[in-house]
């Protein structure tokens, strides 16, 4: 079993910064890509950010230059920074990784169960 948690999130005010977390815990063998997907109230879920396990990153141009992605892997964590954020930020933020876990090492996305970051202008 896999478990994703985010933290981090909250009220933050337009033009400052907001660290999220997402720490991925269980029997875990390996991950591959990780991601951070964001809804706000009537839209659909969109991509934020990718980040492989090794290689480039990838961005949504509404969030390039502003918010930054990383990882940890002997932390199983992953991180955004969000820096200069907009109101139009605002919106659940989720976190997803391609887990293989223990004993099948068969690769499974999962999810975590979301975080609310608002931002006020």
């Known amino acids: 079993q896999v478990q994703l948690v985010e933290s981090g999130g909250g009220l933050v005010q337009a033009g400052g910064s907001l660290r999220l977390s997402c720490a991925a815990s269980?029997?875990?063998?390996?991950?591959?890509?990780m991601g951070w997907y964001r809804q706000a109230p009537g839209k659909q879920r969109e991509l934020v950010a990718t980040?492989?396990?090794?290689?480039?990153?990838n961005y949504a141009d509404s969030v390039k230059g502003r918010f930054t992605i990383s990882r940890d892997n002997a932390k199983n964590t992953m991180y955004l920074q969000m820096n200069n954020p907009k109101p139009e930020d605002t919106a659940v933020y989720y976190c997803?990784?391609?887990?293989?876990?223990?004993?099948?090492?068969?690769?499974?996305?999962?999810w975590g169960q979301g975080t609310q970051v608002t931002v006020s202008s």
């Open positions: 269980g029997s875990i063998f390996s991950i591959n890509t």
């Open positions: 997803n990784a391609d887990v293989a876990s223990r004993p099948t090492r068969v690769f499974y996305r999962y």
């Open positions: 980040i492989p396990n090794g290689g480039s990153t």
